[in-house]
């Protein structure tokens, strides 16, 4: 399961006040030295949290939720550490292939550090092991439109999400996909929906790149957005402000796409 480290966790608030040496000096499961290191995390004890899922693992090394656990102790406390963080997903999944949660977060963990074919690759295998996650399709489906410039990819997967999610941004990534495709018509769609759902600036967007006969300039493979690692946003800027940063129209009327601010 994914850790909420903020849940209520008063049955066990005296762990904060009692010694790691105390509590490992009685005998325990791994369930229950997982169960105090969520505890622990959940009271920003991050030195503590991580001494008792490492004895988790010391009992059993094929604990799974362990290894996630401390995934994600390390990329949230403190100043966070992605790369460690992956590194203990990957050591989840490799003991636990059908651990999807550890898919997921090292899925995220790649998309945040801007690795997004490595990204695709943890979000697909945590579908094959549990399909229905809405969220988890979302993620793909903005993936490939902004991590690889693949619309088509996009789009499938734009369109599960959309059914189960309630999340009227996803009209718009549809818009850009199209856009992409160079599908007129289905922009259009898009951009009927966007406005049924009150979201008007997106729907401005789009029609103005209609207006203007922008098209996105990018590869299959290539990311739409660029930048540093972690650095990268989706294009959510109108056209007159990208061309105000220096963005030119080439002579085949195509935009280069270069974005900046924090990666969604």
Do not use: C
Not at 26 to 48: C, I, K, V
Not at 195 to 215: C, G, P, Q, T, Y
């Amino acid at each position: 399961m994914i850790l909420g480290w903020r849940r209520s966790v008063a049955p066990i608030v005296f762990l904060f006040f009692i010694s790691t040496s105390i509590l490992f000096a009685a005998p325990m499961s791994r369930e229950q030295l997982f169960q105090l290191g969520t505890a622990a995390a959940a009271g920003d004890q991050f030195d503590q949290s991580v001494a008792l899922f490492q004895k988790a693992i010391e009992l059993d090394p094929r604990f799974a939720p362990a290894y996630n656990a401390l995934g994600l102790v390390n990329q949230t406390f403190e100043q966070g550490d992605r790369d460690k963080a992956i590194q203990y997903f990957e050591m989840a999944v490799a003991v636990a292939p059908d651990f999807f949660e550890s898919w997921n977060n090292l899925g995220r963990s790649h998309y945040a550090l801007g690795h997004f074919v490595e990204a695709e690759k943890a979000l697909l295998n945590s579908l094959k092991v549990r399909p229905d996650q809405p969220d988890i399709q979302r993620m793909l489906a903005w993936d490939y439109l902004l991590g690889q410039s693949r619309p088509a990819e996009a789009l499938v997967y734009f369109n599960k999400a959309v059914q189960a999610l309630e999340d009227p941004s996803l009209y718009y990534g549809m818009g850009l996909a199209y856009i992409l495709q160079g599908d007129r018509t289905r922009i259009f769609d898009a951009v009927t929906q966007l406005r049924k759902h009150n979201r008007e600036e997106e729907a401005v967007k789009l029609e103005k790149m209609i207006r203007e006969n922008i098209r996105l300039s990018s590869r299959p493979g290539v990311p739409l957005v660029t930048g540093e690692p972690g650095r990268v946003s989706l294009f959510d800027q109108q056209v007159k402000e990208l061309q105000a940063n220096g963005f030119g129209v080439n002579e085949k009327g195509k935009i280069k796409v270069r974005l900046k601010g924090p990666l969604l």
